[in-house]
């Protein structure tokens, strides 16, 4: 079955920091790949997607992820966190062989950063 | 605003009550999609309109839920008999299709329940 596996439950990060969330996932077919973050008491919010072409690829915020095809990997990466940054972080696929547009979610990271 | 609404934001009812969630997405996005998020968990696919068309369920998706977009605009989402388990946030996400390649899905706030 298709999967999305996040490695850190909780991340607990002093401003300034860097931080590294690990995703992997579980299909053999060609995916797109997405990572959401949900401040708290807002929306999921897209942070970056990597479709095609490069695999590092930039989001807002200072965030970037590197897509590692033969590790079926897409880690997040931010080199300096701040307060703000305070928020759940998911991972998510989303298969094109299924021609549906659904994202299948990690079970999410929750990063708090102390001042 | 004019990204995904949903309503009501939150709800509490008994168990055994039936409930109906509602859904607007961004005007012009033909896709549209429920989800379910617990705590601790990410969001779980619950079901996928194009257009007024539901296209996939999930498994999760018992008998007791329905799901409708009668006029491929807005869609409800009806919970009948709800049991304690049915406690969860439901959300709601819609997408262009310009972004049918890229697949980025715009989500609502979503809509939480708590069954007593």
């Known amino acids: 079955a298709q999967s999305v596996s996040q490695h850190n439950h909780h991340v607990i990060l002093s401003e300034a920091a860097s931080l590294e969330l690990g995703c992997n996932y579980s299909?053999?077919?060609?995916?797109?790949l997405f990572w959401y973050v949900q401040y708290p008491g807002q929306h999921l919010q897209l942070l970056l997607k990597?479709?095609?072409?490069?695999?590092l690829v930039k989001g807002i915020k200072g965030f970037e992820a590197e897509f590692i095809k033969s590790k079926f990997s897409f880690n997040l990466r931010k080199p300096s966190v701040q307060w703000s940054d305070t928020a759940e972080y998911f991972c998510?696929?989303?298969?094109?062989?299924?021609?549906?547009?659904?994202?299948?979610f990690g079970q999410g990271t929750t990063l708090q950063v102390k001042p | 605003d004019t990204g995904v609404s949903q309503d009501p934001r939150h709800k509490i009812t008994k168990r055994g009550q039936n409930v109906t969630f509602r859904c607007d997405p961004i005007?012009?996005?033909?896709?549209l999609y429920w989800y379910r998020q617990t705590l601790g968990q990410g969001p779980e696919f619950l079901t996928y309109?194009?257009?007024?068309?539901?296209?996939?369920k999930s498994r999760l998706l018992s008998d007791r839920f329905s799901a409708e977009r009668p006029k491929g605009s807005f869609s409800t989402l009806e919970i009948q008999r709800t049991e304690q388990g049915d406690s969860a946030m439901y959300l709601c996400?819609?997408?262009?299709?310009?972004?049918?390649?890229?697949?980025?899905?715009?989500f609502g706030e979503g809509s939480r329940l708590t069954v007593l």
């Open positions: 996400a819609s997408s262009s299709p310009r972004d049918l390649n890229t697949g980025e899905l715009f």
């Open positions: 299909y053999g077919g060609t995916v797109n």
């Open positions: 990597y479709f095609s072409g490069d695999p």
């Open positions: 998510a696929v989303s298969p094109l062989s299924s021609n549906t547009g659904k994202l299948i």
């Open positions: 005007s012009e996005h033909n896709r």
């Open positions: 309109f194009q257009n007024e068309a539901q296209l996939e």
